[in-house]
């Protein structure tokens, strides 16, 4: 395998043959090790000695099922830590196909005013000049990107939000119609790569498979992983997943009283029916022109989760997540379906997180800059970051920027990086990922919500301590690892109830990669990975005190349930022993 | 005979006893009623129903409803 190096210093691009070492890497694990190796961890995550790695999961570019996922890490602008966020899309099956495992950008432009873009063909890679298309808004971007490269093309690009270099932003990737809704979200990962002044990367279609070194192994892997998917009643097809999309939590996390709500005063929102999957269903259905449940972010998905939600006005927008209707929409107090739609669709314009977004703007509405409901007064901040006001710049940059900016206290934030949909306090186990994960508050680091609240993958009572350190570490390691094979983390449904699934994952990735991996050495592969990920925050100056939840939550009971944060900081510290 | 609110969602839906195409409403059910008896009294489908909360917390099929109680049925589902 080789990969991709661009120094944007001197604006070179060198193609070089992948190092012992990583050659059977991939997704998260070949992104936190190049980073963790390279990267000096003190650095300033938008100076010239930062990196950005974008990486294709091991299996990204075979049919095995789901798997286009792509990576992208850097020492993160939200955090100041290490970052691994991805997406799915036919750009990182692209790349291993082209027999790319990697794309490494390091090093800065003297000048902060020029853009690049970074074109791969089958040909050349060249670095080219990009000033056109300096602060476009995405959709405009993809559509001439597509004009002028092919409509098939890879893209990942950044919005104008990221070249402001605020730490909300992600890197967007194009999904198979071209929209560019397919977000590695999280921690400012799209600050860091405007920092580069990289706009966009542009991939050139490739059919085929990856190489594959065991065709007869791999055939048996993908379809032990396969028929797991296909039986699963999340994952299979007409399965939860595929009809109402990853919305379909809005009302079982509310039933559950762990909704968080008006800036997580609360964990029940009376508006949640309306935001839901199952009316963003029943509005696809009467509109199936504009609007499709099951869509699929990269060819292959065989689960197909996405939403495209047809509003009032027959307009489509792609893709509207749980994450998105809940940060936008409760935690806002915003129960207006075609609001929230029409927000999701700036952020992807504009290169902002969903979640990041939705919880600074509670925030915002906390500190009494709008009132908590106000969608229009939302709307109008969107416009404020495209635009890059001193307003805008401080929505952009996260809750924890908001908080401190309008003095207040009640910031769900962890490592500075906004909390996800579930309220810790409620549900101890996701808490536990929220404060030790080395991402920062991030919900698929370890989704123990499983087990705690759906009963998949056995059943844990939400409301107690007990076992939820094993079982969130548990949650990280095999999630390091499935980060890593570029299948969707939603794969972890199936394999956790039908233990084939995952055998069969593991037997595909020793195809691609010649190893002779079990499934336990799976868990301990991921284990590694996420030591690797927590030396590299200690070595940025993090400690145990950076791994504790909000002060609010220890101290105020949120309601139904009136629970507080109240497991021992010495247990939160045992995840490292 | 206890009132109790009944909740159904993601495709599960009553088969009997309840308004026609309502995803939420009152039921009176008799004294001692269990979960199991309320699934069997609304023929929602056994195999089907995976998680039951009570005013807002998981319990399963052999709790005994009370009166006032907000009773909510889910299919296996999830999501991210
Ligand atoms: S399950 Fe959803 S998020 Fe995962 S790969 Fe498929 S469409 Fe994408």
Known sequence: MKWIRVNMSDLSVKVEDVPKKYEQMGGRWLTSSIIADEVPATCHPLGPLNKVVIAPGILSGTTAPSSGRISVGTKSPLTGGIKEANAGAKFGQYLKRMGYSAIIVEGQPKNKESRYLLNISKE??????ADEYKFMGLYELNEKLAAKYGKDVGIACVGPAAEHLLAGTGVAFNDVENRPARYAGRGGVGAAFASKGLKAIVVEAVTGQATILNNELFETGRKKLLAALQEHAVTKPKGALNTYGTAVLVNILNEAGALPTRNFSSGTFEGAKKISGEA???????????????HRCHPGCVIGCSVVYPDAQGKSHTSVEYETLWAIGANCGIDDLDAIAQMNTMCNDIGLDTIEFGDAVAVAMEGGLLPFGDAKGAIALLEEVRKGNPLGKIIGSGCSTVGKVFGVRRVPAVKNQGMPAYEPRVI?????????TPMGADHTAGYSIAPEILGVGGKFDPHTNEGKVKLSKDFQATTCFIDSTGCCVFTAFAILDIP????????????????????????EIGLNILKTEHQFNLAAGFTA????????????????HNMVWDMADSELDSIWK | MPKITV????G????????????EFDLEVPDGSKINDIIKFLDLPEDEV???????SLKDREYIVKEGQRIAFFPLIAGG
């Open chain 1, 124 to 129: 050349k890679v060249e670095l080219i000049g």
């Open chain 1, 280 to 294: 963003m269903a029943e509005a696809a259905a009467k509109n199936p022109q504009a609007g499709m449940m099951g």
């Open chain 1, 428 to 436: 101890k186990g996701i808490g536990v990922t929220y404060i030790t």
């Open chain 1, 500 to 523: 084939s699934g995952f055998e069969g994952m593991v037997e595909a990735c020793n195809a691609v990669t010649g190893a002779n991996w079990t499934t336990s050495d799976a868990y």
């Open chain 1, 545 to 560: 005190n950076d791994d504790r939840p909000p002060e609010f939550m220890k101290l105020e009971p949120v309601p139904p």
């Open chain 2, 7 to 10: 909740a159904l969602y993601a």
């Open chain 2, 12 to 23: 599960l839906k009553a088969r009997a006893h309840a308004p026609e195409g309502a995803s």
């Open chain 2, 50 to 56: 995976a998680n039951i909360f009570v005013d807002r």
